[in-house]
């Protein structure tokens, strides 16, 4: 690994000259507090000032939404569209750790080669972030990154120290090296070292994920999933905005008046009604609780069991999302036997009573 | 009439016809859908109409006349498949948002005791009151990409999957900022997808008009309204506006509380 100096007022410059022929994707404002990753031209519009974007950067390996190929009653035609040189820039440390969670997910067992084409077109250029009280990263460790981008940029005032996490982010560097400094002083590593203690000062939230898969276990028939259940409103919302959340239908979409079908792929989510839906018509989980469990196990358990870590990276999103306060936050910390002010809580007093 | 194409045949009931003038209206496909299908009746496009056996009957609207409810049961014994097209058809539509009772009363002050010398009305339901219907395609109107994508599977003969999800969906695709979430009465998470979630992406709330989805939870969002402030009567009246016959059983509720 490699560590250079960036002058701030050469940001820009260096955007410019790498990402000619690639899609520039970067964190905009979309309302006065969300943010959103978008396809850029002009880089004034780019907005680092932001905590979380409202869907996370899968977006941008996987749209909602995209064809996956075409088939007739003699050919098959893979459509690659959504395939195309990217550079995402501006993502943060958590957000990097989903996208490594899903290259596993993606490769371990069976290759799914609309990710993989899109992952190996995209540059990751990281950077350093602040957390507001809805941060849990510090909890799953994902607040710092090893592994999973090409550049990272930490914002220490009028410059940036960049890390170098690939022979591609290197050669990005080689573009113009003339921008860049090989040499930090004993300042600019005091004021690295300052800022990531005060920066793992400033998170609030604690949770012990270590202790989920236990607690998932032994509370698996406890009332709490009842309470959830009568307040889920089976929205989708918390899957399509969880970074590792992967699930995805696949469906027909035959052309009038031609004798072929586009099968497209759209993201799925477990908490609706017929995720789990089969032919003849049974349902396994037709009680939201039933998938909420579903979802949490997935969450706090078998993907600890599996890879050694939660399959939450702390971002957030579904605590800012969720309009009934169904997150990763207040049901560990119900899980955990902490007493949490929510909207289910309440709604399960107002309904016995 | 070319033998190897699906006989259909399009009807309307009570409502806006709004639904089967989507179908006119979609002029880029015109050829292809009359290409592809033996169009035998569909009063609004065409005079020489056939009522003969169908293989699929699209029927539009509520049911709210007598002479309807004959209509309708002779459509079913001629078709093989019935498919609730719209709003209307499928829930009742707006004009199915009144309980037994208040739409009595509702008649009475407006048409009083005057005889009906053509047909009897009755009180407003979607077609599935009547006959057996095979198929649904909610929507104020239906969306045209929604029926295009409908009507082409049926007539491959493998109608989409009953997939019922909420408008929240697509509107998260659309990252829209959550307007519930801001306090606004959005009824996203009630209501059938299939709009593109077309409001909240101009910053207006839900309000319904796809109807109930399936697998909804009324209650919560009862509640979640109303702790959010806003007035109990005011959220009954949005919640019913599209939802037609189809929350009743929610709505009974609080018939039972209030008596």
């Given amino acids: 690994m490699k560590i250079v100096k960036l002058k701030k007022t050469n940001l820009f410059l260096f955007l410019e000259i790498i990402s000619k022929e690639a899609d520039f994707w970067a964190p905009v404002k979309k309302s006065p507090d969300k943010h959103i990753f978008e396809v850029i031209e002009d880089f004034s519009k780019i907005n680092l000032d932001y905590t979380r974007t409202i869907l996370p950067p899968k977006k941008i390996m996987l749209p909602s939404d995209f064809n996956m190929f075409q088939a007739s009653n003699t050919k098959y035609t893979p459509d690659f569209s959504h395939v195309s040189k990217k550079i995402i820039f501006g993502i943060h440390p958590c957000d990097i750790h989903a996208l490594v969670i899903m290259d596993k997910f993606y490769s371990h067992e069976y290759n799914d080669p609309y990710y993989q084409k899109a992952r190996d077109n995209t540059l990751i250029l990281g950077h350093s972030c602040w957390p507001d009280e809805y941060c849990m990263c510090k909890s799953t460790h994902t607040h710092v990154v090893k592994e999973g981008y090409d550049l990272f940029f930490t914002d220490l005032e009028d410059t940036y120290v960049v890390w170098i996490g690939s022979s591609r982010g290197d050669d990005l560097i080689r573009l113009k090296p003339e921008l860049f400094d090989e040499d930090l002083t004993d300042k600019d590593i005091q004021n690295f070292s300052q800022r990531r203690e005060e920066r793992d000062k400033a998170f609030t939230n604690d949770i012990n994920f270590e202790a989920m898969p236990d607690l998932m276990e032994l509370k698996y028939q406890n009332l709490l999933w009842d309470k959830l259940g009568e307040a889920c409103l089976a929205c989708g919302s918390c899957t399509n905005v969880c970074p590792t959340c992967n699930c995805y239908n696949v469906e027909d979409k035959p052309i009038l008046g031609k004798n072929c079908s586009n099968i497209s792929r759209c993201w799925d989510s477990c908490t609706l009604e017929n995720y789990s839906g089969v032919a003849g018509g049974e349902n396994f989980r037709e009680k939201r609780s039933d998938r909420l469990k579903l979802f949490y196990t997935h969450k706090l358990q078998s993907y600890i069991s599996k890879y050694g870590k939660p399959a939450c990276v702390g971002c957030g999103r579904c605590v800012v999302t969720c309009p009934v306060d169904i997150n990763v936050y207040t049901v560990s910390k119900s899980l955990d036997n902490e007493e949490v002010d929510t909207f289910w809580n309440r709604l399960s007093k107002e309904v016995t009573k | ?259």
């Fill in chain 2, 1 to 259: 009439m070319n033998k190897d194409k699906l006989k259909i045949g399009i009807y309307e009931l009570t409502g806006c016809a709004g639904c089967a003038l989507l179908i006119t209206d979609c002029e880029m496909e015109l050829i292809d859908i009359f290409n592809a299908a033996d169009i035998q009746s569909f009063l609004m496009v065409k005079s020489d109409n056939i009522e003969g056996e169908l293989d699929i009957a699209l029927v539009e609207g509520s049911v709210t006349t007598e002479n309807e409810i004959e209509e309708l049961k002779d459509i079913r014994e001629r078709a093989k498949v019935v498919v609730a097209f719209g709003l209307c058809a499928s829930v009742g539509g707006i004009q199915a948002r009144f309980g037994n009772k208040e739409w009595k009363e509702n008649y009475q002050k407006i048409y009083g005791d005057m005889e009906m010398t053509h047909t009897k009305p009755v009180q407003s339901k979607p077609i599935d009151a009547y006959i057996d219907v095979d198929l649904y395609l909610p929507g104020c109107p239906v969306g045209k990409e929604q029926f295009l994508h409908f009507f082409t599977r049926v007539l491959k003969g493998a109608p989409p999957e009953k997939y019922p999800r909420p408008v929240c969906v697509t509107c998260k695709y659309n990252e829209n900022d959550c307007l519930l979430n801001k306090g606004i009465p959005c009824l996203g998470p009630l209501t059938a997808d299939g709009c593109g979630s077309i409001c909240p992406n101009h910053n207006l709330p839900c309000t319904g008009c796809w109807g109930p989805a399936e697998g909804a939870n009324p209650t919560s969002e009862y509640f979640l309204l109303k702790e959010k402030g806003f007035d109990i009567e005011a959220i009954k009246k949005r919640m019913s506006n599209y939802s037609g016959t189809k929350l009743a059983e929610f709505f009974e509720q609080f018939k039972k509380e209030s008596k």
